[in-house]
DNA sequence: TCTGGGGTCCTAGGACCC
DNA sequence: TCTGGGGTCCTAGGACCC
């Protein structure tokens, strides 16, 4: 892998939300521009919901931060906008960006539903010197799409997502091996990628506030302290990185968690939002071709405390009913009674379901894969919701919990990201 | 006061086997 | 009585990211 004369660009949306929410509302009739004013997408409070999923620029002098509950940004700015999100937009939105991206370098790695990286090595004989090339994809991005981003332009992928997140909005920064103590090593060290706060806490303890103060620390001294995840830093502190542009690593594992409007208290309650959550994951597991050999059950109570609980499975299934059945068998031993307040399910060791076993005591598992094959099918054609079980019937509860899509019409999981 | 959901990776302890 | 040391697999929980 070459890794000294690489040119990768980090393309980042400014408020990503945010900035989709403002300019689709604009688009559509309205005069007000969600970006001028101290504003948010956030969750709905009234069923649990309530987090700060993004927030305008204007709303900086308040220290509001992503995901801080609604109620205390409204304590920190009594006149916050607070808008709901709706997610088919941003990802169609996301879309239109890694479209435009795409003309620019044949790799193009989606790091996020709004980062991008792209490869530029080799490609200023087509399009020109990066630093002009990365002002032009910027410009274009805001003419075309209506909204900003940022470009970080570098040597590596570490380096140019940390330029990136410079000064914001709608600006190109670069930040090269010889930039790094100047623009890099001055900057608190909660802000280098992958120290989040307990890390920072660690090295805060230990006299580390900069990440210069980390990039100049014994790495044998942070691989103590921290074990690898203190080499890695060290190692993103001087702006070792080499990672290539791609695809991103093939799929470990896939879940669904949701959060409850109220406390579930009974066994009953908490079975059916178990199955609802199996009908997505394991329509996203056969979306994608792929059984699970370990299914695992978490669940949270009241005070927030989780707990959960993995089994490998006798054998890698993708059914809906295996998957139902398993799930309820973790919870059970899980559940000591406590008032849930949210319950997730995750399906991991996977394995392509091309071939599968037949196991003796599932013999009707062919009878099994038929029925969902059937299922998916319907809800491909007509949309998730022409086809449910009838115990979800008058219990208030959706039939198909998680995914990042509630809209309607919005196709399944299959073809966003 | 209220605190989402989707992921990945790492660590540590116990079971089990040689 | 006093009690090895690996190695691997499994599980639970925590830390991190967007």
Redesign the pocket.
């Known amino acids: 892998m070459e890794t000294n004369n690489r040119i990768i660009f980090h393309i980042d949306v400014n408020s ?1 939300f945010l900035s989709w929410e403002a300019v689709y509302r604009l688009q559509h009739g309205s005069t007000l521009d969600l970006r001028t004013i101290p504003s948010a997408v956030g ?1 709905d ?1 009234t069923t ?4 700060i ?1 993004a927030k305008s620029i204007p709303t900086k002098p308040f220290k509001i931060q ?7 940004a409204k ?1 920190k700015c009594p006149h916050l906008m607070v808008v709901p999100p709706r997610y088919h937009i941003y990802i169609q939105c996301s879309k239109a960006l890694v479209s435009i991206l795409k003309e620019y370098s044949p790799a193009v790695q989606r ?5 991008v990286f792209i490869d530029y090595t080799n490609m200023g004989t087509h399009w020109g010197d990066p630093i002009e090339a990365a002002h032009r994809i910027k410009d274009r991005i805001k003419k075309e799409l209506g909204f900003t981003v940022n470009i970080g332009v570098s040597s590596n992928k570490l380096l140019a ?1 940390m330029a990136s ?1 410079f000064q914001k909005p709608d600006k190109v920064h670069t930040l090269f091996i010889d930039e790094i103590q100047e623009k890099m090593w001055p900057l608190p060290v ?1 802000e ?11 090295l805060r303890n230990k006299g580390i506030f900069t990440i210069g103060e980390l990039a100049t620390t014994d790495p044998k001294l942070l691989s103590q302290w921290l ?3 203190g080499r890695l830093i060290w190692k993103f502190a001087n702006g070792i990185e080499d990672s290539p542009v791609s695809g991103g ?11 409850l409007p109220f406390d579930a208290e009974d066994r009953k309650t908490a079975h059916k939002t178990l199955l609802s ?1 199996t009908e ?2 394991s329509m ?1 597991l056969r979306d994608i071709g792929k059984s699970a050999g ?1 299914l ?1 059950v ?1 669940i949270k109570d ?3 405390v ?7 499975l006798d054998v890698p299934t993708n059914s809906t009913n295996i998957i139902y059945k398993n799930a309820c068998i ?1 919870f059970d ?2 559940w000591e009674g406590q008032p849930l ?2 319950l ?1 399910i ?1 399906a ?2 996977l394995y392509s379901d091309d071939l599968y076993q037949l196991s003796f005591f599932e013999a009707d598992i062919e009878k099994q894969r038929a029925l969902d094959t059937a299922v998916d099918e319907i809800r491909e054609q007509y949309g998730g919701d022409s086809i449910m079980r009838s115990c979800f019937l008058y219990t208030g509860l959706g039939h198909m ?4 899509i509630q809209e309607e019409e919005y196709p399944m ?1 299959s073809s966003i990201l």
């Open positions: 990503a969750g409070t649990r919901h309530g987090i999923l992503t995901g801080e509950s609604v109620y205390s304590l790091f996020s539903i709004d980062e997502k997140g909660e280098l990628f992958m120290v989040g706060r307990a890390t920072t806490s660690k074990k690898s995840h690593p093939p799929i470990k594992g896939l879940g669904n968690s949701t959060t959550l997505t994951v996203r370990v695992s978490s009241r005070d927030f989780s707990v959960s609980r993995q089994k490998k973790l031993e899980l307040r949210h997730g995750r991991s060791d919990m998680g995914g990042v999981m």
